[in-house]
T-cell receptor, first 112, second 117 residues
Framework: GENVEQHPSTLSVQEGDSAVIKCTYSDSASNYFPWYKQELGKGPQLIIDIRSNVGEKKDQRIAVTLNKTAKHFSLHITETQPEDSAVYFCAAMGTSYDKVIFGPGTSLSVIP | GAVVSQHPSWVICKSGTSVKIECRSL??????MFWYRQFPKQSLMLMAT?????????EQGVEKDKFLINHASLTLSTLTVTSAHPEDSSFYIC?????????????FGPGTRLTVT
């Protein structure tokens, strides 16, 4: 089955700096890669996603890149703000659209 | 936007009792719903997939007789933790797929914190 790895597990940046989180997946058939933000005590919220036929997607301060050949994808947050502090999960879904497999998560702290 | 609710948001029960958690899609129909469990500082682990009108499919290692899932309508799925024990204490999160939307996107509920004493 699919296995998703994520690095780093914790990340601390100064406000205004950029943050990058990297993930790898094992199943070459996976074709949908969402990113979720989870605040303490809440459910995960989708912040951006990318499908396998696209190499890069951007939404304001957030961007995601995908390298299908290498089976890795990354989240880039620019101009970080304290409210960006949360746990971020990458995930992968296969062609049957049945399961979203989560990475282990990255705890991001943005220091004012 | 698509909204998923869960009830209750938190529950405390005594060891040996059963507790039911509801997951509802408020503004869309969900043919498929998913149940996850999350322990502190860990990732979400998929427990089971439920399809409206049929039996749930459980992930390996998840006891189907302990975690009863019912998906009786297109907007409601329930998870019943039977004979709960302290080790069942966790954060339970459901998600739902919008039948009429992008078929690959899942919408997550706010989670239910279960504490078994």
């Amino acid at each position: 089955g699919e296995n998703v790895e994520q690095h780093p597990s914790t990340l601390s940046v100064q406000e205004g700096d950029s943050a990058v989180i990297k993930c790898t997946y094992s199943d070459s058939a996976s074709n949908y890669f969402p990113w979720y933000k989870q605040e303490l005590g809440k459910g995960p919220q989708l912040i951006i996603d990318i499908r396998s036929n696209v190499g890069e997607k951007k939404d304001q301060r957030i961007a995601v890149t995908l390298n299908k050949t290498a089976k890795h994808f990354s989240l880039h947050i620019t101009e970080t703000q304290p409210e960006d502090s949360a746990v971020y999960f990458c995930a992968a879904m296969g062609t049957s659209y049945d399961k979203v497999i989560f990475g282990p998560g990255t705890s991001l702290s943005v220091i004012p | 936007g698509a909204v998923v609710s869960q009830h209750p948001s938190w529950v405390i029960c005594k060891s040996g009792t059963s507790v039911k958690i509801e997951c509802r899609s408020l503004d869309f129909q969900a043919t498929t719903m998913f149940w996850y469990r999350q322990f502190p500082k860990q990732s979400l682990m998929l427990m089971a997939t439920s399809n409206e009108g049929s039996k749930a499919t459980y992930e390996q290692g998840v006891e189907k007789d302990k975690f009863l899932i019912n998906h009786a309508s297109l907007t409601l799925s329930t998870l019943t933790v039977t004979s709960a024990h302290p080790e069942d204490s966790s954060f339970y999160i459901c998600s739902a797929r919008d039948y009429g939307g992008r078929d690959y996107e899942q919408y997550f509920g706010p989670g239910t914190r279960l504490t078994v004493t």
